[in-house]
């Protein structure tokens, strides 16, 4: 009689398989569609990004932050000093907005994990705002009114003359492409990564310490490293995120940059419609989100009256989210991350979980 | 061989001193009840000794080494396993899932190195058939049943027992007596907390009495609760 672990499920192979052929459809994409579908893919994409890190933050990691354009901001700030300042590409210096928004992720941490639950949320959003007020006193970069990138720079990004040639584009339809490219690419990088930590070890223990924080310390779990850890991870994630965006743009400014609104009501929005706590969640919300959106956009305040009363149902009637709900149905699981003991003998083994068949 | 030694170990909240120059050891393989009222200082003598709570004066050695002022997670790692009063399962991770943190995490082993580990004590503790099911749909005893099996997962040298049969009916805590008496044949040194005597007695060579943060005594059961001094105090019969 012998036991083994497996996580692999046949529903997550075929998962696997679709994501990797909609990752080839997505490459070619550019070479059929029109410039206004990749712009809106870039969106879409963007957004997918920023929804997945703040639910590995709060859906994974129970820290519930309403400060994520912290990072954004700072991020996009970044790339445009890189830019600006010291004549760097623009897409060169998206790494740039993911080391600052780390740098910023320091002290933050510091000082927001001092404070618990709503406390946290409430601290992180001031954080943000007084980044935003700083930033705001940078002359350099256009002070409180903002700038926009020097035409110097976005005539010759690099990468750009080469999808010129591609696809017979016009450079500011090219360089739309290369954002595009670079959006799906660090959103596809971004499940991966976020699949492959739940998959690991400290995809337990951060399952342990969203369950209970006593629990996870009393074996030996390192509830404060991992909650850094975390916390670290997804502001350089949201940093580069926030560099792409302006990237894209083009032009900044502190209130656009920090909006509370776009880069974090917006995100938690998707993240809770769609299912926090599950990497399929944001995935279905940013569909929801962005079909609402492109249908109601027209209707001004109706259509964040709108937004938030999806939002409260979703809240009192599928607490676990629309993907949580079809789940709970179906025992669907896109990204499995439960393990299971099989055991293979004669021994009476444990039962299996519903819904889902041994590979 | 002596796992763990406390000498004249104080703790103060504010004025109140809840644990009063407490001074004990047990060898490697017993099983020690404690026992004594409400506010006694029972949770508070297993705080400090799992590194929860630090003592204002005293020492404690576990295996030898000072660990008086180690974190709890030190602790952990080096041997020291406990289970809650009240089940804390991580809700949303399997049965399996829950070992396998604490084990991966309490022995500083990658997951892979832990899958027998789990499985043993997964037997021993009766929940094998409910590996795959998530710790959230369990019953109280499958509950109390985790919290045992979660801190054995973690290697422990010492097992810190929490008022693990309060609350369940009589045929489950003889079932949950069986798998402790079970473990401490294997060789477990536990210390165990309880309110009923009988599943204690059932397990435990030897029984320590707190009261108002002092030990009034330490010794056999039988001889413990034969004595006059603990018969008035705590279980307040007028000899």
Request: with cysteine; charged share 15%; aromatic share 8%.
């Amino acid at each position: 009689m012998t036991h083994h672990v497996v996580t692999r499920t046949r529903t997550g192979t075929i998962a696997g398989i679709a994501a990797v052929a909609l990752m080839v459809l997505g490459l070619v994409l550019p070479a059929f569609a029109s410039r206004a579908l990749i712009q809106d893919l870039f969106t879409i994409l963007t957004l997918l990004t920023l929804a997945q890190l703040w639910n590995l933050l709060a859906g994974y990691g129970g820290l519930v932050s309403v400060g994520q354009q912290a990072f954004v901001g700072i991020g996009a700030y970044a790339m445009f000093a890189g830019v600006i300042l010291w004549g760097i590409d623009p897409v060169l210096a998206i790494p740039l907005g993911g080391l600052a928004a780390l740098v910023l992720a320091v002290p933050t941490a510091f000082f927001a994990f001092r404070l618990q639950g709503a406390y946290f949320a409430i601290g992180t959003w001031v954080i943000a705002e007084v980044t935003r007020l700083l930033v705001a006193q940078w002359k350099a970069l256009g002070g409180g009114t903002g700038t926009s990138l020097p035409r110097e720079a976005t005539s010759d990004i690099i990468g750009v003359e080469a999808i010129r040639a591609l696809f017979g584009l016009r450079e500011a339809a090219a360089r739309d492409v290369l954002a595009y490219w670079l959006a799906l690419a660090l959103a596809a990088l971004t499940i991966a990564a976020i699949y492959w930590l739940l998959r690991n070890r400290l995809g337990l223990a951060l399952a342990a310490v969203r369950d209970n924080t006593e629990a996870a310390k009393s074996v030996g779990v390192d509830a404060r490293r991992i909650k850094w850890a975390v916390f670290l991870i997804a502001a350089f994630v949201t940093g580069l995120t926030g560099a792409l965006i302006y990237v894209q743009t083009a032009r900044i400014s502190p209130d656009a940059a920090f909006s509370v609104t776009d880069w974090t009501a917006y995100v938690i929005f998707i993240v809770v419609i769609g299912g926090i706590g599950r990497i399929e969640g944001p995935i279905i919300g940013v569909i929801v989100f962005y079909i609402l959106q492109s249908t109601l956009a027209d209707f001004g305040a109706w259509y964040l009256l709108t937004l938030g009363v999806i939002a409260i149902s979703v809240m009192l009637f599928a607490p676990r989210g629309l993907w949580g709900l079809l789940s709970a149905r179906t025992g669907l699981h896109l990204f499995p991350v439960q393990r299971r003991l099989i055991t293979a003998g004669p021994d009476h083994g444990p039962s299996m979980t519903k819904g889902e068949k041994e590979p | 061989m002596t796992i763990l030694d406390l000498s004249d170990v104080s703790k103060s909240f504010g004025a109140l001193k809840v644990t009063d120059a407490v001074s004990f050891s047990v060898p490697k393989g017993q099983a020690l009840g404690i026992i004594g009222p409400n506010g006694a200082g029972k949770s508070t003598l297993f705080n400090l000794i799992t590194g929860n709570i630090t003592p204002d004066t005293g020492r404690i050695t576990f295996l030898g080494l000072d660990v008086t002022r180690r974190p709890a997670m030190d602790r952990v790692r080096m041997g020291v396993g406990r289970s809650f009063q009240i089940p804390q399962p991580f809700e949303g991770l399997t049965v399996y899932e829950n070992l396998a943190v604490a084990a991966s995490f309490g022995q500083g082993k990658s997951e892979a190195a832990v899958t027998d580990d789990c499985v043993r004590i997964l037997h021993d503790t009766e929940l094998m058939r409910l590996a795959n099911t998530p710790a959230g749909a369990l019953s109280l005893l499958d509950r109390k049943r985790l919290e045992l099996a979660r801190a054995m997962a973690t290697g422990p040298e010492l097992l810190l027992l929490d008022e693990i049969a309060g609350g369940l009916t009589e045929g489950e805590c003889k079932a949950l007596v069986a798998t402790i008496k079970g473990l401490h044949a294997q060789g477990m040194t536990i210390i165990w907390i309880e309110h009923v005597l009988h599943a204690l007695t059932a397990v435990v060579e030897r029984l320590l009495v707190l009261d108002f943060g002092r030990v009034i005594g330490i010794g056999e059961p039988e001889v413990i609760m034969a004595s006059k001094q603990v018969r008035e105090i705590y279980l307040g019969i007028e000899a």
